[in-house]
């Protein structure tokens, strides 16, 4: 089973992807985690450290797939592009694919969220309210269905109705 948690930065996809991962006993890819590690080890930032930080977790994905791990992927994934890098996963593991998608349509708690979040990255500096903005404009549709889960829910609730749809999509 491949759960991908999707949504523009600072809605609390990262959040719910952890919780989500520990309900089901299985493995987190965080395209982030993967694209400062890259970044630390000297890859040079830009579009393409973003899009090799895809393709190295859709490797690993299909390696713990084929493990029999349940794998959560934590990533915005607003492109048919980027999105592809999932579906590919998936159909080599030949496992499942659920999409959890987290919005915050309070602009007001998504910018107190997004500004007053501290990750600990060192390379990948956090997004502006402007970077946030431009990726909801250029946010493709998916064409899997997907459960949209209203991220201003307490977080044992959001895990809770993510938890219920994975299982009955898987």
Known sequence: MLVVVTGVPGVGKSTVAAALTRRLRGC???VDVIENAMLGAGVPRGWESG???YEVAGALAVQNLNAGLPTIIDAVSDSQASRDTWRRA???ARASMSVVEVRLADEHEHK???HGRARSF???PEPSWDDVRDRLERYEP????R???DATRSLERLVQIAYEHVQTAG
């Open 122 to 124: 060192s390379h990948l």
């Open 51 to 53: 899009v090799a930080a």
């Open 90 to 92: 998936a159909a080599s």
């Open 112 to 114: 107190r969220r997004l």
């Open 142 to 145: 998916w064409d899997e269905e």
């Open 28 to 30: 987190l890819l965080a």
């Open 147 to 149: 459960l949209g889960l």
